[in-house]
């Protein structure tokens, strides 16, 4: 049985049940489970863990590690058994949102490219165990993933111990398209080779000695689907401005007429703004991102882009399908990477990437909060956007003026948690329009920010607390007393409008 | 004459006074002059820029660009002639200073490894004029710089015009010293080939059209003395937190015997850091740095340290006679590099940098503010400080833990700027103790910060706002009615102790 995904015939006796794998957990362990942005997550045995969690006497907290965010409520159900005690480097469940900002479970907020780095280096702790979906194992015990390489490929090979989930769901004809190359522990690195987004550096699956591989499990679940919103009038509009401007861009001769790779962060905004360059004049553009989402097979499609590399897939339901049932068709426009590499500064600035990340809120300065609601409450966490932000030639954080019918302002005198700061942000964009910050001192930005982004029901207030601050001197003139003013009038009468 | 200084006699002829050279600058013009932390800067045409706007009835404005900080009072003879609309990307002049916290002069505070890479990408507006010291010319006309190579190289490339100052007071013996590689403008650029400190990828002077070269001026004067203050009792206590720290991590297992090579930013506090690594058990230490400072020299006269790498070299004045008397001893264990190149994402991840920068104050989650003194009044600039912590392995903030005899905390409940962000601060250490927060929450880290880093004095002020802020809840607590307290509280008695 399972000849054709499991090649390596001294592996096949290690199948086994989900439950039977997840014995090989231990309270206290740390875990590495596959996964990013729901595409390839382990499916079965971190819900073993779970229901072990729940009814066995015996305490069962790990630590668990993953690419990014995991499908099939899998977050929501290791955080209602008790499971997780310590849960990086991103995530996107409403529950264990609760339960982190709560400070039940330590979650830790950490550029994606950055994980494994400080795994490798012994300073995360040693990894017990590695839970990898796979697509298939080869002839000589290589673990081929399936639609995201995330962080598995560090995972499997700085793991004790293996656990591979070959989910039969997922297409065989995925393999080939993943290439895996792992930089070597420092001080003795060598560049890392990627001079364009379809160079293949590595390999096309995850070599590891095969007696760690302690347990196969068969699965045969598609991935979760995505859950983004499609593009509305807002998001086409800042879709708009944003190509009216890398027009201007090229036709000063700042850009090639193809543009320089673009990425897309995770989310509604990103992918619909990155939708827009389907309509836009640019020809022949690449994709150098992490999340390939819906946009991206538009661009694709359209014939608007020659390549995409990424760290994972994630679709929409009707768009999986009608991917999946036809990747060859993709095969030679397609790879996927290790999100340390799709996320490497070193890359990030060689390319001089496009980076277009979603803002939670911005304040007239550029600064970006990315991650925390009123300052304090996680929402998912910084993901990539550090990554591409700090090294893109063109940092771009976009968002609608406004949320919840007008009440909050994304646009804020200071913002209270400072994700990006005003050194790595280039430009603002909103519905309104665009504020090109590159090289304005901050009096310049606060300028164009306010009356280029902010919503006009906000700009008066706005100009109000820049001008008071202003009178009272400074390079970035903040009026301390009154900084957070939006937010804490928002916190006392369900808006920040006067 | 000077044909040991101008080997190319074509070129003898442009040479002329620095009044008459400083006509070649007009109103509104972009202007790049060399100088990284008072070495190596342009010491004649500038002040001649700054005597002509004195005296002229034209108005005389312009955008200044440099390395880093100048010295020989040119930015404040420049802003006090009113010849400064624009600075950047660094300076710490006191009266420069005030003129920008007026909002006089814009002033653009810019990572130091991006001014350039701007500046190609026509981002920046177009050169005009470079004004480059030089310690020869080449028989090809290549300039040799002096004393730091900061953004010289570029600015050369770049402008339309270039003016050479000839300093013989620079020793003609640092020609050699320098390794000049400039990237490719991107799209098309291949890795930056230096995987060790001591790696020569370039040339030793730099090569440009002859024809550029509008005028030549002889000069004779040495650089500022820089003005670190000697360690102290506090900086030594910092210092073996710092090596007992890495003694640590090198016993775990986590970093080789003879460590990763070190960073240490502008100032005192990082300066007598490194010095004290003179008396640590490591050996065969190597340092990638932006300023060689003097403890850079304590390394390397001791033989703790094997080799140096840096963008200018800053030295007090003692140190001055004594180094520059005696360059042949240092030759092979010393190299200067454009700012771009010691400052790059790409070589600062690849080699796993320890960075040590000083922060003006750091929060109880470990933001750091480095630049912005009451948050508002910009002290000197981010200089290289995110460049190197955002991608070093290791990045450690250092600060005293009070100031102003006790009536400034540098450990505060929130950031009111935030240069560096939770993400990307892996060590915050003061006199008190270190903090070393990889991996941790923020509620984990601020307890670690709170106990081992902030002065007794705060302790229990900072402990009731983590209390009372922690009971409202979220990821990162805070309350915002109260988290610039110790802020306000300051302004308002001079104290922040209640």
Redesign the interface.
Same mark, same amino acid.
Do not use: K, S, W, Y
């Given at each position: 049985m399972y000849e054709d995904r499991i090649r390596c015939a001294a592996l096949r006796g290690k199948i086994t049940s989900a439950a039977a794998a997840a014995q090989l957990v231990r309270d206290g362990m740390i875990v590495g489970a596959s996964g990013f942005t729901r595409a390839g997550d382990a499916k079965a045995v971190p819900l073993e863990i779970a229901r072990r969690a729940r009814e066995e006497n015996e305490p069962l907290r790990i630590t668990l590690m993953t690419g990014a965010s995991l499908g099939h409520d899998t977050d929501r159900l290791l955080t209602e058994a008790g499971a997780l005690a @310590?849960r990086?480097p991103f995530q996107v469940d409403a529950t264990l949102r609760r339960a982190? !900002?709560?400070?039940d479970v330590?979650?830790?907020?950490?550029?994606l490219s950055e994980t494994v780095?400080?795994l490798r280096? !012994? @300073?995360? =702790?040693k990894l017990d165990l590695a839970i990898i979906e796979a697509a298939a194992i080869t002839e000589t015990g290589g673990i081929v993933p399936t639609t995201s390489v995330g962080n598995s490929a560090s995972f499997a090979i700085l793991a004790e111990r293996v656990i591979v989930e070959i989910n039969l769901a997922q297409p065989a004809a995925l393999e080939g398209l993943h290439d895996i190359w792992i930089p070597e522990r420092?001080?003795? @690195? &060598?560049?890392?080779?990627i001079?364009e987004p379809h160079d293949r550096i590595g390999a096309a699956a995850i070599e590891i000695p095969i007696e760690k591989i302690a347990a196969i499990v068969i699965t045969n679940t598609p991935d979760s689907a995505s859950t983004v919103l499609p593009a509305d009038h807002d998001t086409a509009l800042i879709a708009g401005h944003l190509i009216e401007f890398f027009q201007h861009e090229v036709s000063? #001769?700042?850009?090639?007429k193809q543009l320089?790779?673009l990425q897309a962060g995770i989310g509604t905004i990103a992918n619909a703004v990155l939708s827009g360059f389907a309509a836009s004049p640019f020809e022949a553009l690449t994709i150098y991102s992490e999340v390939l989402q819906d946009s991206t097979f538009d661009l694709l499609d359209s014939g608007k882009a020659t390549f995409a590399s990424g760290a994972s897939i994630t679709l929409s339901a009707q768009r999986q399908e009608k991917v999946f049932s036809e990747i060859e068709r993709y095969r030679d426009r397609l790879v996927l990477r290790p999100q340390e590499v799709s996320n490497?500064?070193?890359v990030i600035?060689?390319? =001089?990437l496009i980076a277009i990340n979603t803002a939670l809120e911005a304040d007239i300065y550029g600064?970006v909060n990315s991650t925390?609601v009123?300052? +304090?409450?996680?929402m998912n966490g910084?993901g990539g956007s =550090?990554d591409f932000a700090? !090294?893109a030639?063109y940092a771009v954080f976009a968002t609608k003026s406004v949320a919840k019918d007008g009440r909050i302002s994304s646009i804020v005198p200071?913002v209270?948690?400072? &994700?990006h !700061?005003?050194? &790595?942000v280039d430009i603002v964009v909103t519905e309104r329009g665009l504020a090109n910050l590159? =090289?304005? $001192?901050p009096?310049?930005r606060a300028m164009s920010v306010i009356q280029n982004c902010a919503h006009p029901l906000y700009r008066d207030l706005l100009r109000d607390y820049y001008r008071d601050? $202003?009178a009272? #001197? #400074?390079? +970035?003139?903040?009026r301390? &007393?009154q $900084?957070?003013s939006f937010? +804490?009038r928002f916190?006392a009468t369900g808006s920040m409008l006067p």
């Open positions: @310590r990086l982190i !900002n709560r400070g330590m979650f830790v907020d950490q550029h780095e400080l280096a !012994n @300073r995360l =702790g420092r001080p003795q @690195r &060598d560049p890392l080779p001079v000063r #001769g700042r850009l090639p320089p790779p490497h500064p070193e600035r060689r390319l =001089g600064n925390h009123g300052g +304090t409450h996680m910084i =550090g700090r !090294n030639a200071m209270p948690h400072c &994700d !700061n005003e050194h &790595d590159t =090289g304005l $001192a009096r310049e601050a $202003a009272l #001197g #400074g390079h +970035t003139p903040h301390l &007393d $900084a957070f937010h +804490t916190a």
